[in-house]
Nanobody, 118 residues
Framework: QVQLVESGGGLVQAGGSLRLSCTAS????????MGWYRQAPGKQRELVAS???????NYADSVKGRFIISRDNAKNTVYLQMNSLKPEDTVVYYC????????????WGQGTQVTVSS
């Protein structure tokens, strides 16, 4: 069974940094695009950043210049380095990955809370 397990959330002061990690486990052939989304209460889940299997990245305008997404294909892991954090970054962050078992299918992590205090 394929799973995405996230870690690295927590409480940080405004201006600080956090690094989120998400590792895929289980039996699969390959991983395509991986990404991070976030969702505030009562709002739709929104893309924060994504990275293709060959390293092309995409960022939401709200995090450009502050967040960096990267991946280690050997470890089946995607990272989100979050710098210059703001109180409005306080939400639950979800990892997402397109994983091939037979065909590609989207998987989600369980979510990790990030809280930025002012």
């Amino acid at each position: 069974q394929v799973q995405l397990v996230e870690s690295g959330g927590g409480l940080v002061q405004a201006g600080g940094s956090l690094r989120l990690s998400c590792t895929a486990s289980g039996s699969f052939f390959s991983i395509g695009t991986m990404g991070w989304y976030r969702q505030a209460p009562g709002k739709q889940r929104e893309l924060v950043a994504s990275i293709t299997s060959d390293g092309r990245t995409n960022y939401a305008d709200s995090v450009k210049g502050r967040f960096i997404i990267s991946r280690d294909n050997a470890k089946n892991t995607v990272y989100l380095q979050m710098n210059s954090l703001k109180p409005e970054d306080t939400v639950v962050y979800y990892c997402n990955a397109a994983i091939a078992i037979g065909t590609f299918r989207l998987y989600w992590g369980q979510g990790t809370q990030v809280t930025v205090s002012s």
